[in-house]
């Protein structure tokens, strides 16, 4: 009979022993759903739904262990007391009353480290994600220091210097000209400079264009600029040339504009 009682003690400790083991494992599966929910990345949140995936296979095999050792302990499921006579020299060896203990010890084992694993998580879950931390853009410039007292001088505006060439109109449209005729059309050129500029006009690519201006123009002064073109020498189709004025002594001095037609 004392074997059969220590059986039966062995078998309540391991009960007992399995229901923490579900109270631990739900308990945690519940932090990790909470996790998985409101993880700051893909990975992690796939991370604690693996997790979850092992409590629920863990929790699987706790219940079957339950369920064999409630059959194990009803009155029904007990093993028949052999007879003295009927003992065999293979049944003089008792059998052993602990043979689930080691896979028990198995399953804690296992238990500790997924309870370990899920730990770690938690805590690299809650570095990644300090609580009540709120990331602000910084809009603030370097502070600027000021010597009490001294005047504070303001910056001088930069000098723009004046175009000393300009040309109007910027463009002239001469419309249709017919082949073997010619259109004349005038530009007014300026310079704004306070000395006189020798200006000449650059050759158009077309060869058909041909000019008629003063060489020089007086400070603050205006001449024309007579632009002919010439339907003969003209390639039949849209002509457009851009021209340069510029000021022979001074080539920054320079500035353009633009003939248009249509040679037919």
């Known amino acids: 009979m004392s074997n059969d009682f220590g059986t039966v003690s062995v078998r309540r400790d391991r009960s007992r022993e399995i229901d923490i083991l579900r109270q631990q494992y739900n308990r945690h599966r519940e932090s990790l759903a909470s996790l998985a929910a409101d993880a700051p990345s893909e990975q992690l949140a796939a991370e604690y739904q693996r997790l979850i995936r092992e409590i629920d296979q863990a929790l699987g095999k706790l219940g079957e262990m339950e369920g064999r050792t409630n059959a194990e302990t009803r009155p029904g499921n007990r093993p028949l007391m052999t007879p003295p006579g009927m003992i065999t020299p293979d049944a003089t060896e008792p059998a052993p009353a602990t043979s689930g ?75 249709v000209i017919r082949k073997g005729t010619r259109a004349v059309r005038q530009f007014q050129v300026t310079n704004n400079g306070d000395q006189a500029l020798a200006i000449e006009v650059a050759r158009s690519s077309c060869r058909c264009l041909y000019y008629d201006y003063a060489g020089t123009v007086a400070p603050h002064a205006k001449e024309s600029i007579t632009v002919t073109v010439d339907g003969a020498k003209a390639k039949a189709g849209a002509l457009h040339e851009t021209l340069s004025v510029t000021a022979k002594k001074d080539p920054a001095a320079t500035a353009s504009f633009d003939v248009n037609a249509m040679i037919k």
């Open 101 to 175: 203990v080691p896979r028990v010890a198995l399953i804690i084992a296992v238990g500790v480290v997924v309870l370990a694993l899920i730990g770690w998580l938690l805590w690299r879950a809650s570095g990644e994600r300090p609580a009540g931390t709120t990331i602000r853009e910084r809009t603030d410039t370097a502070p600027v220091t000021e010597t009490a007292g001294a005047p504070v001088t303001p910056a001088p505006k930069p000098v723009v210097a004046a175009t000393k060439l300009t040309v109007t109109p910027p463009i002239h449209d001469y419309g």
